[in-house]
């Protein structure tokens, strides 16, 4: 506990590049840029792949892929083929631990509507796009956010990795704070991470209350 | 007019799910197909409005072939009525009601204002316009689900087993809805069921299929009953059909007494063997005279042979008390009477 006040206390640690306020928007930086690019690729595929039924083995191989994938190795190789001078090394395994929740919730969520409900759809006339955006998507969203979220949840974790490579970010604390035995560093630095990882989960879940129809969510009492 | 000239439906996987089908659907009448599961009744209500092709034959639509219509074009001009209703969760009921108009850009006032008269004409509170379709009944989905595919006037509905979900008594009560709607509107509707009895109360006309997806009998519903194709189609009518086919023979065909009423101000002696019907001053039936014994009513006219004789089998006289539409005594059917009317059933 004293760590922790004495990390939060310390001055150096409100000002100069190493600020609080500049590594949590450094870390906030890499997490949601890697987050945009794994939804841009997961969502549209995810709805693609569950619309259509067709390269669902996509799906099948991503979704093992991510539980093998080992992000700090990936990292590694990377850096190794592209060097540090860019930010990519740290995105690009961000966003191949990204994209697997998000496109295989996204798959299920389209999958798993009602084929009654898709029936009925086309039984009134709506075309496939529409068929897709106007009905599977609103009644998917729930799964579509849980995906989102649970990526978001683990890029905040996971972009502490940044910090190996000589990046910001919140790990720097860590990293350093290892390397010099600065144990109050260490502690304020994974506060500081589990903190924001749990400030994203509720804006996700925040976010999910707004967007998601109460018809689906059935969140409301019988009047 | 919906027209089926030899369609035939085989599915990827061979199986001839409709054979060989010829009939015709009249404008402005309720076609039912019945028949057991399986006989190929939704391959041939979906081959009308495209969700599924036919392989052989040909579909016309007021002379038109189906293929040469773009299916969602052709389907936002056929209503559609399915078993679970099929209501989009994420709407709310009017909303729903209105998919239809949406789809053809209607303004959305309109299209709102349009669901609104249509949930009333389905017999819903206007309340329930607000909610979503998991705080409604399964009946009440239902009667959505009707006013959902009429809501941009479509001239031809089809309607895939839509009251097979819910009790007998929501089932009997949409049941009446549709024919009171279909009386006002003239739709030309293709109507699915296994249950016959359904289908004999619905239909207009009755096409019987039996598995393997071919025409049994195509007939109107006294017709089926009286004169079956064949051992099938009795089979699956079941029993009582001599007595259902009496719904279908108007009571008017009674020769009604009426020197067997008395007002009760003017009772006169009874003769012994008489039983005289007490009416009172605005011309309600009160009771036998000087008997405490039951009776029962039909309305003269309106209700089917089957009630006039329903009606007499309740009283203890055996004689039905005829009424007119407002209630008022306007005679007695006798034994003698009913008689008569069933052997002029009998010979047809
Ligand atoms: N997509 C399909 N592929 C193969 N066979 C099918 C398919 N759809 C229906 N069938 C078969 O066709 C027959 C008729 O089906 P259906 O029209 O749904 O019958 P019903 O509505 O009278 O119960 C059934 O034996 C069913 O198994
Ligand atoms: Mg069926």
Redesign the interface.
Known sequence: MNWLIDFFGNPDNWSGPGAIPVRLLEHLGFSAAALVLAALIGIPLGLLIGHTGKGSVIVVVSANLARALPTLGLLVLIVLLLGTASIWPVLIPLVALAVPPILVNTFEGIRGVDP??R?????????GP?VLFK?LV??ALPLVMLGLRLAAVQVVATAAVAAYVGLGGLGRYIIDGLATQDYESVVGGSVLIVGFALAVQGLFTLAQKVMV????S?R?R?? | MITFDSVTKRYPDGFVAVDDLSLEAETGQITVLVGPSGCGKTTTLRMI?R?IDATEGQILLDGSDVRQID???????IG?V?Q?????????IVDNVA??PY?LGWEKKKARDRAMELLERVGLDPKMAQ?????LSGGQQQRVGVA?ALAADPPVLLMDEPFSAVDPIVRTSLQEELLRLQAELNKTIVFVTHDIDEAIKLGDKVAVLRVGGKLAQFAAPKTLLSEPADDFVREFLGRDRGIRRLSFVSSSYLKLRTDLTVTSSSAAGPSDDAWLMVVSEDGKPVGWLDRDEPFGTYVHGKDSLRAALDAALLSSSGQAVALDESGRVVGVATRKALDEALSEAADG
Do not use: C, W
């Not at chain 1, 029936?119 to 075309?127: H, I, K, N, S, T």
């Not at chain 1, 129809?213 to 689906?216: C, L, Q």
């Not at chain 2, 299916?71 to 001009?77: C, E, K, S, V, W």
């Not at chain 2, 909610?131 to 705080?135: H, I, K």
């Open positions: 009654e409900l029936d009925a759809a086309y039984g009134m006339g709506l075309r529409q009905v609103p009644v129809s109460p018809g689906v059935q409301l019988v009047r | 409005n969700m299916p969602p074009t052709l389907r936002r001009g559609y399915i679970q209703a099929g209501l989009f969760p994420h709407r709310k998919t239809v789809l909610r979503y379709p998991f705080q959902r």
